[in-house]
């Protein structure tokens, strides 16, 4: 089966500027994640998406981040404006939600640099 | 608070040496503990653990979980350079009506030829 899908794979701007990610997740899974990583620490979770509705977002700074999943397949995240400290690996996950199957699988990630 | 604790944080050996690394955890609600592999890209997955006891397997990767003791350990024998990676923890717990990733910071294991 076709893995998650991420773009763009690098992303350089500079601060104050906005910028947004894509994700398609595995076809079928529910459940889709996107994480921040940043580098020598484990992923943050910074929202998480039940078909097209949140389940979890407590993580996410409002003010700058958002995120959608309008039809419940893909998303996009988007930082407005950015700032130095969010250079990071954005990475998307999905799990197909099944209680047996928790699973996730990762993207590629998106690693953005802000100047 | 349900935290992860990972250990070592980074680990150097020579090929063909056995690993074991090691994560531990609090964590209410516990649900399954999770181990992936980071090389420079995303985390793959490697194993889910859900009862105590069960070794999993997958070639020279093993993995066991104690759930009285609260951890989990990953061996890796035979290690190869193609191991080098970072290896996460991750623990899966139910809160509330949700279900809660909880990752540790890693071991950075790097397998020298």
């Known amino acids: 089966e076709a893995g998650v899908a991420q773009s763009p794979r690098y992303k350089i701007i500079e601060k104050r500027q906005s910028v947004a990610f894509w994700c398609n997740p595995i076809?079928?899974?529910?459940?889709l994640y996107w994480y921040q990583q940043i580098l020598g620490q484990g992923p943050k979770l910074l929202i998480q998406f039940q078909n097209n509705g949140v389940v979890d977002d407590s993580q996410l700074p409002k003010d700058r981040f958002s995120a959608e999943r309008l039809k419940g397949v893909d998303s996009t995240l988007k930082i407005q404006p950015a700032k130095l400290e969010d250079s990071a690996v954005y990475l998307c996950a999905s799990s197909s939600g099944v209680a047996s199957t928790d699973t996730q699988y990762f993207g590629p990630g998106t690693r953005l640099t802000v100047l | 608070e349900d935290k992860v604790v990972q250990s070592p944080l980074s680990l150097v050996v020579h090929e063909g040496d056995t690993v074991t690394l090691n994560c531990s955890y609090e964590v209410t609600n516990f649900r399954s503990l999770l181990w992936y592999k980071q090389e420079k890209k995303a985390p793959t997955f490697l194993f889910m653990l859900t009862s105590s006891g069960i070794e999993k397997k997958s070639g020279r990767l093993s993995s066991i979980l104690d759930k009285k003791e609260l951890f989990s350990i990953l061996n890796i024998t035979a290690t190869q350079t193609g191991d080098s990676a970072i290896y996460l923890c991750a623990l899966l717990s139910n809160a509330g009506n949700n279900r809660k990733l909880i990752w540790g910071l890693g071991t950075s294991l790097a397998v020298n030829p």
């Open positions: 076809s079928g899974h529910a459940t």
